[in-house]
């Protein structure tokens, strides 16, 4: 097992998580007010969870482009619970 593989009950498919990630941030985006904000801020909580899980075999580049994405979708976020 790789220092990124943390085992789980089972393995998920990449393409069902993307196409439902996919379909998280649409939801979350066209829906107005404050439930638009949670649902952006759940899809945040699982960014931190990714981050934390592979922040050790990432590239320096890497981990900036990925703290400035959580930090575009935090500000989000907070503008639509605003």
Do not use: D
Not at 25 to 31: D, G, K, R, Y
């Amino acid at each position: 097992m790789q220092r990124t593989q943390r085992p789980l009950p089972a393995r998920l498919n990449p393409t069902a998580v993307f196409l439902a990630t996919l379909v998280l941030v649409l939801v979350a985006l066209f829906t107005p007010g404050a439930v638009g904000g949670v649902l952006l801020l759940a899809l945040a909580a699982g960014l931190v969870w990714l981050m934390s899980v592979t922040w050790p075999v990432q590239s320096p580049g890497t981990r900036v482009l990925r703290l400035l994405m959580l930090t575009l979708l935090l500000a989000v976020a907070l503008a639509k619970l605003l």
